[in-house]
């Protein structure tokens, strides 16, 4: 029971000090609900507004991805220098140590193999389960001018619906089939989509023209997937691109995992995301990393 005898009397209500009402840091973001904004605080960085993504998800339709055949070998060590980790529920259950406690963005669309038409994918996840992995984001694939076109967005409007009924946001994920374009026009088009229907941040690829079209018609944040692995210092240009037109961070996968030295590849791009590091300070950054430490080799 509280103590009666010594209660404070004087009270100072700072009356010359009016409270704060600061705007949520992500563009777009700001009429969310608190649950929504506080996930979304596990993904980007508060100080910096963003984020770097390490995207693991691969095997949902590739099986076991040149860089993931042993994700407990080879990326669980990365996983202090990501903000965030995009993975499978299958992989967070059986792999990823539950005492990694920043954001997991939550793989939840699937279906089609790779042998299979790409787009025809289903919501691949319960919101009861997403809420009982304590998950920060839904991550779905959103097939704009694929066959099934209509059914992906569908997934993705289920799930902002799912998700805003317990305070979850989604990441609507732009995907290219092999037949389309990659161009500003097909990225602001799909990208706007996303966000139009309640994608919460959006993942697009990078493009070399316009692409600064793309972040100014996307009314919420974008991060840029990786794609295909480069030469580190190309997609440490990619990273800063993307970064200095306008994207809110980078979603990276091959171009992480795949590199010779994982661990100096995830830091060089947080210097560019955090710091605005160019990409020639950046990559002398991954080289001195890897050649100082051997332990920052990709394991064999
Ligand atoms: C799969 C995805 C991947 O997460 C995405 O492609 C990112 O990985 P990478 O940087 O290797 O492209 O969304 O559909």
């Keep these: 029971m509280a103590d009666k005898e010594s209660i404070k009397e004087t009270h100072n209500y700072y009356l010359n000090t009016p409270m704060k009402n600061e705007p949520f840091m992500l563009r777009g973001s700001n009429s969310l609900e608190w ?38 070998v080879t990326i669980v060590p990365l996983l202090p220098y990501a903000d965030t980790l995009m993975c499978t529920r299958g992989i967070l259950r059986s792999t990823i140590p539950p005492t990694f406690t ?12 790779i042998l299979k038409e790409l787009s025809n994918e289903e919501i691949a996840v319960d919101i009861e389960d997403a809420i009982r992995l304590n998950v920060a984001a839904l991550a779905v694939q959103v097939y704009i001018g694929g ?49 139009e229907l309640g994608a919460s941040y959006v993942k697009t690829y990078y493009v070399d023209e316009g692409f600064e079209t793309v972040t100014a018609s996307c009314p919420v944040p974008i991060v840029i997937a990786g794609g295909k692995k480069l ?17 809110a961070g980078v979603d990276m996968g091959r171009n ?22 160019t990409p020639e300070e950046a990559y002398e950054v991954y080289q001195s990393l890897k050649t100082s430490k051997s332990k920052h080799q990709n394991p064999k």
């Design 231 to 247: 030469p580190e210092l190309d997609a440490l240009k990619m990273a800063y691109n993307a970064i200095q037109q306008g994207a």
């Design 147 to 195: 066959e099934y076109e209509t059914k992906s967005i569908h997934n993705m409007t289920r799930l902002v619906d799912m998700g805003n009924r317990y305070g979850i946001p989604v990441l609507g994920v732009t995907a290219v089939g092999k037949d389309m374009a990659r161009d500003a026009k097909y990225m602001r088009l799909a990208t706007r989509i996303c966000a």
């Design 256 to 277: 992480i995992f795949q590199s010779e030295a994982p661990i100096a590849m995830l830091q060089a791009v947080r210097k560019i995301v955090h710091e605005n590091m």
């Design 102 to 113: 920043k954001g997991i963005v939550l793989r939840a669309s699937g279906g089609p193999s």
């Design 35 to 72: 649950g929504i904004k506080n996930r979304l605080s596990n993904i980007f960085n508060t100080d910096s507004g963003r984020t770097v993504m390490l995207a693991i998800d691969h095997g949902y339709f590739l099986g076991p991805t040149a860089g993931l055949e042993r994700i407990d």
